[in-house]
């Protein structure tokens, strides 16, 4: 139902959502607000022309009845970081030659919604502790990835609607928080102006940190971000929406960091996963956006495809803070009223899928840790949970560490088990929170009075969200306590949460590898997991920011803070952790300086970038992107070879007739432990293919930096240093046995042998496959090295989607069993029957595992196939050649050609 509003001299038609409810009896107030946004989705488009059929609308106002009914949605606008980013623009770059090839418009290869960019993933802690740390990060960044900006920049000409936000300007999430989204857009057509809710989805998996500000959006892989550049129709099914009653308030000691981590391990236990999840109750309304904030970006690790907040009045004040205009708050709050977006205080609660209620007071100073960041402890148990891992076997959560050598060749020998060599403010989950900030600053500042300083073998660093941080801080007079503790400001990128924490000491080092030390590092970050931080550090904690500056002043996880002294002062009295803890008072006094409007005016005013080194890149023009064949960071990916065809689903099936496992892993294997991000060690198949094309390793880059290299990346897949293949027990890192010889390789070298051999692999894993980021390389490399299917007890769903977008099939063990319970070893021979069939109608898979014995293993696996959309996309072979068949002609069809067909030996 077409309605109009007018504000000021202007008239605005919009979707009415709740006519459109009455219409079918329903009442608008009943239904979630996330629900609503979908409906106004559907209904907009259908009054705009776009295929939405009436049934669709129809599903969705009956929600509840309809859960996994897919749905086609178009998003207002994708927002990416470098790391997926880059690999989607060069992605289209290539889809434009392909198209070519076929003579097909070139010109048609466009993005037809508005896209941006935020280039803060590259940057890597190369110099900290000094301040001049800021400039020579940021020339070190240029210095390794001028090749891939290049290539940036020409893709901001080349492609309507780009927008790309130099090196430097902050982290994806905060810049869209404090900057970009506008919660209400607007567009000109020829019946007029239409406003309409903001929706948007991002190429990094904490996108619904956006759902603090009433924006819906949340992280998919870059392989469905191209499809919805493209224009495409976004098809999600309707989901299960929770509804979370906060109650309580955080109370001091705690702090929103720790409300944040409570709400991720209760949300975990509860199984969110795949649902959305919806905040209300009375606590919510005392929550700033800020906080919201904090506790919205932990979605993907509390496994909600976001964590919403509707908009109501701390939206507003918050929209008003940042420099929004008057008269767009203005259009935004009567659009939002006037549509029944707007929740008012007391207003009626909607009607849930289920109900969790969590008590805010319940927060304590916690640490999530070793590995997962739903694992949270109260400080006062660290201790005791790091000493009892210590000696533990790996397959029991533990370290397996040994008794550390004797001796030690530092200066001041201080260096064992559980030392912190890491401490990093850093990461969106709490930079773009200025409560917590400002406390660690206050910390700081009480930790200098009283003469103390960080521990001599840790390496801090501050990393903030973006250049408002700073700002505030310097005001606030809290800088120079912070660089007093080595916390000086290292740049504005995502960095240690990342994967980018740079190098330790070498001193350091040396002595991690000559006593086999287990240490340490605390991070205000969302990650954690094995591999990802430093491959040095094997414990790896997620706290406040306070927190962080407290355990660099301790130097060692292991402290208790009740108990135990964090140093003395100069006059010898103990200082204890209480000593230093800022109050709420303390902190309220200080919030008015991060609330100022010109502030923001000022750090998002294009004339204070320190963009210099980004103007004066030079960078090719024209529509199609000239390939260097002698690069090694830009090259032309192969996943637009051949021509698309109707035989894929057959090719599958006929890949899994003789299958072999390429490797066997347990729960919770993350997209970090497919496809790490982080530093290239030399000793991997990445690293010795670098080295074999003339790169030396200071100039490895990372792994985010080469994502642009199909070459690189089909070796990084599966080479996390701290993956645990079951088929290699005893080991770590990126090794598997090859069958039937049960030799003993590199993942990628079993994977060409049994590309050679003609025949295809698959992986066994157990629940949660593929959580973490959303890494359409870990996917995109799974595809490359010959992967056909995935069979898990269970997926996390933008991995699971990735796997569909390349054509690798996600089969899910019927409930009860795995592979593990089933009794496989992953040494057996796999086939597959009626695999097309499953695809096509749901049906199931029948598995035969055939044993050397002459032993058989049968049982039947689901096709995790979801949707029509997707049904679809397996039949074309994947997004990739589903989108190229829709730009070449008809008659240039032929068979496709693999991907995997093109990697070199």
Not at 243 to 249: A, H, K, N, P, Q
Not at 662 to 674: E, M, P, Q
Not at 787 to 799: C, G, N
Request: proline share 7%; net charge negative.
């Amino acid at each position: 139902m077409i309605a109009t509003l007018s504000i000021r001299d202007r008239t605005l038609r919009y979707a009415g959502i709740a006519s459109e409810a009455e219409a079918a009896g329903q009442d608008i107030a009943a239904f979630p607000y996330v629900i609503r946004i979908l409906l106004e989705n559907l209904c907009r488009h259908r009054a705009w022309g776009d295929p939405v059929a009436i049934g669709e609308i129809q599903a969705l106002l009956n929600w509840r009845d309809n859960t996994g009914v897919d749905l086609p949605l178009y998003v207002t606008r994708v927002i990416l970081p470098d790391s997926s980013g880059l690999p989607v623009l060069q992605d289209l770059a290539a889809l434009r030659d392909a198209v070519a090839g076929h003579h097909g418009d070139v010109k048609a290869v466009d993005t037809r919604i508005p896209v941006d960019l935020i280039v803060d993933h590259s940057l890597q802690v190369d110099n900290w502790a000094g301040p001049d740390a800021v400039a020579r990060n940021l020339h070190r960044e240029f210095e390794r990835n001028e090749e891939r900006y290049r290539f940036l920049k020409w893709a901001q000409q080349a492609f309507n609607g780009v927008r790309v936000f130099p090196p430097g300007t902050g982290i994806i999430h905060q810049v869209n928080l404090e900057h970009i989204a506008p919660v209400i857009s607007c567009t000109d057509r020829a019946d007029g102006t239409w406003a309409y809710p903001d929706f948007v989805i991002g190429g990094d998996s904490h996108t619904p940190m956006i759902n603090a500000l009433g924006v819906l959006g949340w992280g998919v892989g870059g392989i469905d971000a191209e499809a919805a550049v493209l224009g495409h129709a976004y098809t999600f099914p309707i989901p299960e929406v929770i509804g979370v009653r906060l109650t309580g308030v955080v109370r001091a000691p705690a702090l929103t960091t720790d409300a944040a981590l409570l709400v991720t391990q209760m949300l975990r236990k509860a199984g969110v996963a795949g649902n959305m999840v919806e905040f209300f109750g009375p606590a919510v309304a005392d929550l700033s956006v800020p906080e919201r904030a904090t506790i919205a970006n932990m979605a993907p690790e509390y496994g909600a495809t976001c964590g919403f907040f509707p908009v109501d009045g701390q939206t507003i004040d918050y929209l008003r803070t940042t420099g929004r205009t008057a008269e767009h708050i203005e259009s935004v709050e009567a659009y939002c009223r006037a549509n029944h977006l707007f929740r008012l205080p007391g207003s009626e609660q909607p009607h849930y899928s289920r109900l969790i209620e969590i008590d805010l007071g319940l927060a304590v100073p916690s640490l999530a840790g070793p590995s997962r960041p739903q694992d949270r402890l109260a400080v006062g148990d660290i201790p005791a949970d790091f000493r009892s891992r210590l000696h533990t076997p790996q397959g029991q959560g533990g370290f397996a560490a040994e008794a550390a050598a004797p001796g030690s060749t530092l200066p001041e020998p201080s260096l064992r088990h559980g030392s912190v060599v890491l401490a990093a403010i850093t990461s969106c989950t709490n930079t773009s929170n200025p409560s917590v900030m400002l406390a660690a600053g206050l910390l700081a500042q009480k930790a200098v009075a009283r003469g103390l300083k960080a521990a001599p073998w840790v390496k801090t660093s501050l990393a903030p969200g973006s250049r408002a941080v700073t700002r505030y801080l310097d005001q606030a007079g809290l800088t120079p306590a912070l660089e007093a503790l080595g916390f000086h400001t290292i740049g504005y990128g995502c960095t240690t949460c990342g994967g980018k924490s740079g190098p330790l000491d070498p001193d350091v080092v040396q002595e991690i590898e000559a006593q086999k030390l287990v240490v340490a590092a605390v991070l205000s970050g969302n990650r954690n997991f094995e591999g990802r931080i430093h491959k040095m550090i094997r414990a790896n904690y997620i706290g406040s920011p306070p927190l962080v500056v407290a355990y660099a002043l301790a130097g060692r996880i292991d402290i208790d803070y009740e108990n135990e002294a964090l140093a003395c002062d100069a006059n010898g009295n103990p200082v204890y952790l209480r000593d230093l803890w800022p109050s709420p008072t303390e902190i309220a006094a200080l919030l008015p300086v991060a609330r100022q409007q010109q502030l923001f005016a000022a750090t998002y005013d294009p004339a204070n970038f320190d963009a210099t080194m980004w103007h004066e890149l030079q960078a090719p023009t024209g529509q199609r992107f000239p390939w260097d064949p002698s690069s090694h960071y830009l090259v032309e990916p192969p996943f637009f070879e051949g021509t698309p065809d109707d035989n894929a689903l057959e090719r599958l099936a006929d890949d899994l007739r003789e299958a072999r496992v390429l490797a066997a892993f347990g729960d919770s294997l993350t997209t970090d432990h497919i496809s790490p991000g982080g530093e290239i060690p030399s000793e991997t198949p990445a690293g010795q293919y670098l080295l074999a094309v003339g790169i030396q390793p200071r100039d490895f880059n990372s792994y985010v930096g080469r994502r642009c290299n199909f070459e690189v990346m089909a070796r990084a897949t599966f080479a996390n240093i701290r993956i645990k293949n079951a088929l290699m027990p005893e080991t770590e890192g990126g090794l598997t046995r090859h069958f039937p010889d049960d030799v003993e390789m590199t993942i990628f070298d079993a994977a060409q042998a049994y590309r050679r051999e003609g025949r295809g692999v698959i992986v066994l894993a157990g629940k949660e496959y593929g959580t973490g980021s959303s890494r359409d390389w870990a996917a995109k490399g799974s595809a490359l090295l010959g992967v056909r299917a995935v069979i898990a007890e269970s997926f996390e769903r933008i991995h699971r989607a990735n796997l569909v977008g390349m054509g690798v099939l996600p089969l899910a063990f019927l409930p009860g069993q795995g592979w593990r319970q089933l009794g496989l070893t992953g040494t057996e021979r796999f086939s597959f029957e009626q695999v097309a069939e499953a695809v096509k109608t749901g049906r199931p898979v029948d598995v035969a595992a055939h044993r050397e014995s002459g032993d058989v293993i049968r049982f039947q696996a689901m096709a995790q196939v979801l949707t029509a959309a997707e049904r679809g996309l397996m039949a074309a072979g994947g997004i990739p050649k589903s989108v190229l068949r829709s730009f070449i002609p008809a008659e240039t069809s032929r068979p496709g050609i693999s991907a995997a067909s093109t990697l070199s030996h």
